[in-house]
């Protein structure tokens, strides 16, 4: 089945505590991309990845690290999480044979609550 | 600046009803268009995907149209079922030497019995 899969789903941490949210996916897919997602806003882009060892900022990339070291995997890092990383993040992936460089496959997200 | 937004906020409709959903943007330049259904705590979905030559496409009971001219589009929902109730984001990628993905807001539609 194909997927993007996002671990953790939820996660609960404490400010200034390091930590790795995982992203995979089993699409052969170039495109890899992060998002967060808070209440009354769309979905904002952080990091996206055109391919492996090629990533970019997105628009809010302040405090967030990411890699591309292998196709189908493109963790995001946060090294001093803060309170107002509190979200839910997804991560999403695309073929550039679908249209462009544009999400196709989303995961199911993960919660994160930085207190 | 490259912008997408998205009309009404909120709708509400009644079980069976057609409804159309309005995304406007300012992209540019632009690469195609894109619409995602998004369930409450859930990754979005997508529905249909338009490039610049393209007006309409559909999928099932939902049609999207694109007035590149105009720099519309349009999502129309037919006969509309409970499940049918979510959010619907509208998001817009262009070529700017990266390449940019900019997301509406997002329709809130509430399907009633």
């Known amino acids: 089945e194909a997927q993007v899969t996002q671990n953790p789903r939820y996660l609960i941490t404490v400010t200034g505590k390091k930590l790795t949210v995982t992203c995979s996916q089993n699409?052969?897919?170039?495109?890899m991309s992060w998002y967060r997602q808070d209440p009354g806003l769309g979905l904002r882009q952080i990091y996206y990845s055109m391919n492996v060892e090629v990533t970019d900022k997105g628009d809010v990339p302040e405090g967030y690290k990411v890699s591309r070291k292998e196709k189908r995997n493109f963790p995001l890092i946060l090294e001093s999480p803060s309170p107002n990383q509190t979200s839910l993040y997804f991560c999403a992936s695309s073929s550039a044979e679908t249209g462009g460089y544009t999400e196709a496959f989303f995961g199911q997200g993960t919660r994160l609550t930085v207190v | 600046k490259n912008q997408v937004e998205q009309s009404p906020q909120s709708l509400i409709i009644l079980e069976g009803k057609n409804c159309t959903l309005q995304c406007n943007y300012t992209v540019s330049p632009f690469s195609n268009l894109r619409w995602y259904k998004q369930d409450t705590g859930r990754g979005p979905v997508s529905l249909t995907i338009?490039?610049?030559?393209?007006n309409t496409k559909s999928n099932g009971r939902y049609t999207a149209t694109l007035d590149a001219d105009t720099k519309q589009s349009s999502l129309h929902i037919t006969a509309s079922q409970l499940s049918d109730s979510a959010s619907y984001i509208c998001v817009v990628s262009a070529r700017t030497g990266g390449f940019k993905t900019i997301f509406g807001a997002g329709t809130r539609l509430f399907v009633k019995a």
């Open positions: 338009m490039t610049f030559s393209e």
């Open positions: 699409m052969n897919h170039e495109y």
